[in-house]
C-alpha cells in the first residue's frame, strides 16, 4: 500500500513567506543605509566657505541595485577618512557603519 501526500500548499505557503521575509530584508537594509548616510553627514568637515559642507552633502544611498550602496563621489573623501582634517576623527566611515550594524 502506498501513501501520497500532496505538500503543495505548505511549499506555497513557504515560498510566500520566504518573499516576505526578502522585502523585509531589503527593506531593513535600505533603513539601515539611510541612517548609515545620516549619521555620515554628521561628520566631514564643513571647511572653506568655498567648499563648505561638499564632502558632508556628497553622501547618498544608490537604491538601484540587489541591496542599497552607499556613496560619496567628492574625490578627497577618502583623505577625510584617512584623517586629513583635524575636524573629523580617522575612520569616521568605519565608526558610522558600526554604530548600526553591531
Known amino acids: 500500500m502506498r501513501i501520497t501526500i500532496d505538500v503543495s ?13 526578502e522585502q523585509l530584508a531589503k527593506d531593513e537594509a535600505l533603513k539601515t543605509a539611510h541612517n548609515i548616510v545620516k549619521e555620515l553627514k554628521k561628520e566631514p568637515p564643513v571647511g572653506t566657505p568655498r567648499k563648505n559642507g ?8 544608490d537604491e538601484n541595485g ?11 573623501i577618502n583623505a577625510l577618512n584617512n584623517g586629513h582634517s583635524k575636524q573629523s576623527p580617522a575612520g569616521f566611515v568605519e565608526a558610522a557603519i558600526d554604530k548600526f550594524t553591531k
Open 66 to 76: 540587489d541591496a542599497p550602496v552607499i556613496f560619496n563621489n567628492v574625490e578627497y
Open 9 to 21: 500548499d505548505i511549499t506555497f505557503s513557504l515560498d510566500e513567506e520566504l518573499e516576505e521575509n
Open 54 to 61: 561638499i564632502a558632508r552633502n556628497g553622501w547618498d544611498v
